[in-house]
């Protein structure tokens, strides 16, 4: 299937690294002969062992600092000039980025300096903003020096400073929020717990729930299964999850027996003669364990281009059973334009970014319903506390024939009202995939792609629940789209009422 492709404007990229603050730390020499090289916005560690030359690393490079190899007085001039090292041999300069590991000796003494530069790189997450303010907790997964943690910390400062969210950063080696009691600015109005030990950072994570409130938690590094467990309490606890974990595609995960957990995990299942017919498969089968900890997976495969899988249940589930499924990619240009290409599958099936979250106040729809639709579906809703926040009510055609006082005062204040048949999920889930991409009335000048995009989630809804799923008003072209996708996916499909009220219902094969 050819992909399509979308050109997004959005802001330059922009660097913030304190480099002159770990230059006056580093030895003499070291320190001019860094100081003077061209490139010096671009490295990225400063390597010191005993007995050997020093060396600055760059993107794809080695550069020697100098022929004089490094000495023990130039080891301990860098240490006298630092906090404490922690117990993972890591240290830190007060309110930088910058990060120093030690290696050591069989007595303990330094005998080699790692050096590693900071950068708040204003800018990253704008490729994925719309992922990260969904609401959705998504994992970011990439090898080591990507950029996963620079983008970690700006998601933390977007969601705490613009979104208004409740943010807490868990912070086991500081590289979030930086060394010292106060946060790097890059984190914004973020709140971080340090975290004494990295064997202790499951602990905290679940400490930062129970104690402060949350709407969301960032975590760097998920590599532990007590943090895997801990990352999943907390989901479950409905707190927005934003995190790391070290990796190249969502395969690799897959065959992670500690790590797989975040995806929902692998198990062995006999089927009965009758499936294993059906699927045309044996009769023993992987299949998910369980509903993933995290509802979207970003593979970050340079600083540049991501892979973005929008609903990991169901990209799992695909890749269990064989099928091939692309993610949606996402590259900046050096401009700043990002350049969306839908993948197949992912084209009808995920929805595309809105400008805005948009409030939704249920009345008589079950509040906790609302919240699974809107996890499975990946809409960029947020369930509104009153009709005061919200942008939108959502209530059962049987309630707005009573017109209670809160539907009177909706009308009267111009908020619209939208009105299901039915308050099952499957009913949910096809209201969500109708919304406009402003977050306005579903009811006017919709595309007819996403007229196709509503069919499509409300026919897989009716063939994974089993109930009739009626759809939204439509002119009589868009109709004929939408039953020509139930019929491509195997579900009955007509068109009830009059105009301009005439709609498509969906239902099972056999209902």
């Known amino acids: 299937m050819e992909v399509t492709a979308e050109i997004v404007s959005r802001p330059r990229v922009q660097n913030c690294d304190d480099i002159a603050l770990l230059l006056a730390v580093l030895p003499a020499g070291v320190r001019r002969a860094i100081g003077q090289h061209p490139d010096l916005e671009t490295v990225l560690e400063v390597v010191l062992d005993l007995g050997r030359q020093p060396e600055a690393r760059f993107p794809g490079r080695t550069v020697w600092l ?21 117990s993972d041999n890591r240290a830190g300069i007060e309110r930088t980025l910058h990060r120093i590991s030690a290696m050591r000796n069989r007595a303990g003494d330094v005998i080699g300096l790692t050096c590693r530069v900071g950068r708040a790189v204003f800018g990253t997450v704008e490729i994925v903003r ?47 929020g930086g060394d010292g009691d106060i946060p790097h ?92 017919r059906r699927r045309r498969t044996q009769k023993t089968v992987l299949e998910r364990k369980q509903a993933p900890t995290f509802d979207v997976l970003i593979e970050i495969q340079t600083r540049d281009r991501l892979a973005v899988h929008h609903d990991v249940a169901k990209v799992v589930d695909a890749t269990l059973r064989g099928h091939p499924w692309t993610p949606e990619l996402r590259i900046r240009a050096d401009d700043g334009a990002v350049e969306v290409r839908a993948g197949e599958h992912e084209a009808l099936a995920a929805p595309r970014p809105l400008r805005r979250l948009v409030r939704v106040y249920p009345y008589a729809v079950s509040e906790e319903r609302l919240e699974r639709a809107i996890q499975s579906t990946g809409a960029p809703v947020r369930v509104a506390r009153s009709v005061r926040d919200a942008d939108l009510i959502l209530t059962l055609r049987s309630y707005s024939k009573r017109q209670p006082s809160k539907l009177r005062d909706a009308l009267t ?29 579903e009811t006017r000048n919709e595309t007819g792609d996403e007229a196709a995009a509503e069919a499509e989630s409300a026919a897989r809804a009716v063939l994974e629940h089993g ?21 491509r996916l195997g579900v009955h499909s007509e068109s009830r009422g009059h105009e301009p009220h005439r709609r498509v219902v969906l239902f099972p094969v056999d209902g």
């Open 66 to 86: 100098g022929n004089e190899p490094v000495s023990r007085d130039d080891l301990a001039h860098v240490t006298a000039c630092l906090g404490a090292f922690t």
């Open 130 to 176: 719309d992922v990260i303010e969904s609401g959705r907790s998504t994992l970011l997964l990439g090898p080591p020096g990507v950029g996963k943690t620079t983008l970690l910390r700006e998601a933390a400062r977007v969601l705490a400073d613009e979104a208004g969210k409740r943010v807490i950063v868990v912070d086991t080696s500081n590289e979030i």
């Open 185 to 276: 600015p890059g984190i914004g109005r973020a709140r971080r717990m340090q975290v004494a030990s990295p064997d202790r950072q499951h602990t905290v994570m679940i400490e930062a729930v129970e104690n402060h409130m949350p709407e969301v938690i960032v975590i760097d590094e998920i590599g532990t299964e007590a943090e895997s467990a801990a990352a999943r309490t907390i989901a479950e606890r409905g707190v927005q999850l934003v995190a790391t974990a070290h990796g190249h595609a969502l395969e690799n995960l897959l065959t992670n027996p500690i790590l797989g957990d975040l995806i929902g995990g692998i198990q062995a299942v006999t089927l009965g003669d009758d499936e294993a």
């Open 413 to 441: 204040r111009d908020l619209p009202v939208h009105m299901l048949r039915s308050g099952s999920v499957a009913h949910i889930e096809a209201f969500l995939a109708g919304l406009r991409r402003e977050g306005r009335d």
């Open 467 to 487: 109930e009739a799923v009626e759809l939204l008003a439509r002119p009589p072209a868009t109709r004929r789209h939408q039953h020509a996708v139930a019929e």
